[in-house]
T-cell receptor, first 112, second 116 residues
Framework: GNSVTQMEGPVTLSEEAFLTINCTYT??????LFWYVQYPGEGLQLLLK?????DKGSNKGFEATYRKETTSFHLEKGSVQVSDSAVYFC???????????FGSGTRLQVQP | GAGVSQTPSNKVTEKGKYVELRCDPI?????LYWYRQSLGQGPEFLIY????????DSGLPNDRFFAVRPEGSVSTLKIQRTERGDSAVYLC??????????????FGPGTRLTVT
């Protein structure tokens, strides 16, 4: 079946540090890949997505590249801010299906 | 505009009782989803509606769980004979299904269900 594996948190960084949150997936075919973010007290929000191999999704300074050869979709940001503190979820959807399969989430804490 | 809303925000019930959780999607969104999120885990898909019909109910864990969307807007998730293992945050999402569109799912704040 489909599954998503994320690095365990919490990830604690100082402001302006470089961020990487690892995500790998298992799926048949060519899924679409997503990163969702959940800020404290708020609902899940789509951060970025990629729908085919080598696509790069980007938003708010975050980037992730769909790597089919390594079945990965790692989230990166060059310089994190305190306001980026949140829980980040990697997810996939199989071609032709709307259902999302999520990883277990990674909590990011950015200290000033 | 208004986002996805869910009521109640919190629900405490006793084991064996029946509960209903309500979701109001974004106006005009034709698709509606239910997910369940246990503590420390990511959301787990339960069911997807396209209009009034369940297009994919493969995530419903057993026949104690049932969901309806009779007019293609508001949806109710119904859980019979609740068990302590049903305790979780139940999330609803909606999306606008337009050919060539992004089908982005917009999530509500969730209903926290606690079964004692």
């Amino acid at each position: 079946g489909n599954s998503v594996t994320q690095m365990e948190g919490p990830v604690t960084l100082s402001e302006e540090a470089f961020l990487t949150i690892n995500c790998t997936y298992t799926a048949t075919g060519y899924p679409s890949l997503f990163w969702y973010v959940q800020y404290p007290g708020e609902g899940l929000q789509l951060l970025l997505k990629a729908t085919k191999a080598d696509d790069k999704g980007s938003n708010k300074g975050f980037e992730a590249t769909y790597r089919k050869e390594t079945t990965s979709f790692h989230l990166e940001k060059g310089s994190v801010q305190v306001s980026d503190s949140a829980v980040y979820f990697c997810a996939l959807s199989k071609l032709g299906r709307r259902a999302l399969t999520f990883g277990s989430g990674t909590r990011l804490q950015v200290q000033p | 505009g208004a986002g996805v809303s869910q009521t109640p925000s919190n629900k405490v019930t006793e084991k064996g009782k029946y509960v209903e959780l309500r979701c109001d999607p974004i106006s005009g969104h034709t698709a509606l989803y239910w997910y369940r999120q246990s503590l420390g885990q990511g959301p787990e898909f339960l069911i997807y509606f396209q209009g009034t019909g369940a297009a994919d109910d493969s995530g419903l864990p057993n026949d104690r769980f049932f969901a309806v969307r009779p007019e293609g807007s508001v949806s109710t998730l119904k859980i019979q004979r609740t068990e302590r293992g049903d305790s979780a945050v139940y999330l609803c999402a909606s999306s606008l299904e337009v050919a060539g569109g992004s089908y982005e799912q917009y999530f509500g704040p969730g209903t926290r269900l606690t079964v004692t």
